[in-house]
């Protein structure tokens, strides 16, 4: 590419394209990169800068880059059918083909059928929608209530953003939804309650109780939680609490819903992270990992309990009123196949438990010498580093502190794409990841923080 092209691209990505979760004015001092071709692990931009990945595209590149069998089941698909709809009178082999193999991964789960979209946040929205239409179906139509967790994200459609546990995603585009509310959840580092997990899950699952009673059991419709929460700064809640949250979801008759965009197809280091903690949830959304992030797709499966409500016959409402031109696309399906076959046949929840486990060793080696770092956790390749201006007090860096940038930033200077946000460094790369390439990531980021001391 021509420096010519490239400052193109530049100036033309600061006039005409809006950026998720960004300040418009600030992408002029601040540009991103522009990742022109990725490989296994690597990324390179457009200034022919090659990177190591620590942030997996966006946590959804959960096989790697350049994996042949995505492209040329992609490839096949098109040459043989670009698309054709689910809507009434018409169906595609592969989504037929992909249903049916989400319900064979998640068959430990009790998950029988699937609804498709594009994305995660399609994902939250079908299982939202399909969550209310089921207690219709059931004849209760009053349990239509959401409880959340603080600093749960669910995507940013209406639904899900309404569902969120944080307000910094809210709260430019108030009112919300209606019937929506969040409790804490457990957060070993920042609570005000005890250092002691277990303790911690069990004041957090009571506090789940108090609010489903103080609503009304019978106007609840569904416990939504991630198994592990992802934006928020990868959260891990103590072994005790799903468990927790699918006894309370039984003793009060409410859906639980497993918010897996992240957590699913390995990523947690069981293929499912409710797996992880040994739960059946009612309904699990799927994202990210589904298609390895080459092609939009999302799933929101559902168990039997859930899929014969529409066994009923109770008229105009037994109809699913919910789905989009591109459910169940062929293109995407045929990706979801590939990339799950791969996911599947080289065992990457494994390795990335086995990886994860011993990235986090390595993180904890480096908090033990960094004064700036207040924490570190994961589980899988889903990791953080949360950066304190104070151990003692866990002070935060907040959004106008230019530290945590000038680690990023370090970081990326010396090839190594990590993410923050906020105070968080966050860690998500593809789960082909190997302890070689953790030693890569750990020894830039010892060198970087050697170099910003705080
Ligand atoms: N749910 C969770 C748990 C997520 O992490 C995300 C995205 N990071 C979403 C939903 C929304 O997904 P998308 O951005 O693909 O709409």
């Not at 092609?295 to 039997?304: D, E, F, G, R, Y």
Request: hydrophobic share 40%.
């Amino acid at each position: 590419m021509t420096s010519t092209s490239r400052a193109w691209l530049k100036e033309h990505n600061t006039l005409h394209v809006m950026h998720p979760m960004q300040d418009p004015k600030a992408l002029q001092d601040n540009p991103p990169l522009i990742i022109e071709s990725g490989d296994g692990v690597h990324i390179t931009d457009i200034d022919g800068r090659r990177f190591i990945d620590c942030q997996g595209g966006l946590w959804c590149v959960n096989a790697g880059y350049g994996r042949r069998e995505i492209i040329d089941a992609v490839t096949r698909q098109m040459e043989q059918l670009p698309y054709y709809s689910l809507f009434p009178g018409s169906t595609n082999a592969p989504s037929i083909a992909l249903s049916t193999r989400l319900a064979e991964i998640a068959a430990e789960e009790g998950m029988v059928k699937a609804s498709f979209g594009l994305g995660g946040s399609d994902a939250v929205e079908s299982a939202l929608k399909i969550a209310r239409q089921y207690w219709k179906l059931e004849g209760q139509p009053q349990k239509f209530k959401f409880i959340s967790l603080y600093n749960g994200y669910h995507g940013l459609n209406f639904g899900g953003m309404s569902a969120c546990g944080g307000v910094a995603w809210k709260s430019s585009y108030e009112p919300l939804m209606p019937g929506f509310f969040q409790v804490e959840g457990p957060h070993l580092y920042r609570n005000p309650f005890t250092n002691d997990p277990e303790e911690l899950a069990e004041i957090c699952a009571q506090l789940m109780e108090r609010q489903i009673e103080m609503q009304g059991p019978d106007t609840v419709a569904a416990i939504i939680a991630e198994p592990v929460q992802g934006a928020g700064g990868v959260i891990v809640p103590p072994a005790s609490y799903w468990p927790r949250l699918r006894q309370i979801a039984d003793k009060y008759n409410i859906l639980l819903i497993a918010d897996e965009v992240i957590t699913g197809l390995g990523r947690s280091g069981s293929l499912f992270g409710s797996r992880g903690w040994g739960v059946k949830p009612d309904i699990m959304c799927l994202a990210k990992g589904i298609s390895s992030g080459y092609v939009p797709l999302s799933a929101t499966l559902v168990n039997a309990r859930v899929a014969k409500a529409w066994d009923r016959d109770v008229g105009f409402t037994s109809v699913y009123m919910h789905g989009y031109t591109y459910s169940g696309h062929p293109v995407a399906c045929a990706a979801g196949l590939a990339a799950i076959e791969i996911v599947v046949r080289e065992n990457l929840a494994d390795n990335a438990r086995i990886v994860g486990d011993y990235f986090l060793q390595r993180l904890q080696e480096l908090k033990d010498k960094h004064r700036a770092i207040g924490d570190v956790r994961g589980k899988g390749l889903m990791l953080a580093i949360e950066l304190v201006k104070d151990r003692e007090s866990k002070d935060p860096f907040g959004p106008q502190d230019a530290y945590p940038i000038a680690i990023s930033e370090g970081c990326v200077n010396q090839g190594v794409m990590i993410r923050t946000i906020v105070n968080k460094l966050i860690i998500s790369p593809p789960l082909t990841f190997t302890k070689d390439h953790v030693d890569e990531v750990v020894d830039v980021l010892d060198r970087t923080f050697t170099a910003n001391p705080w």
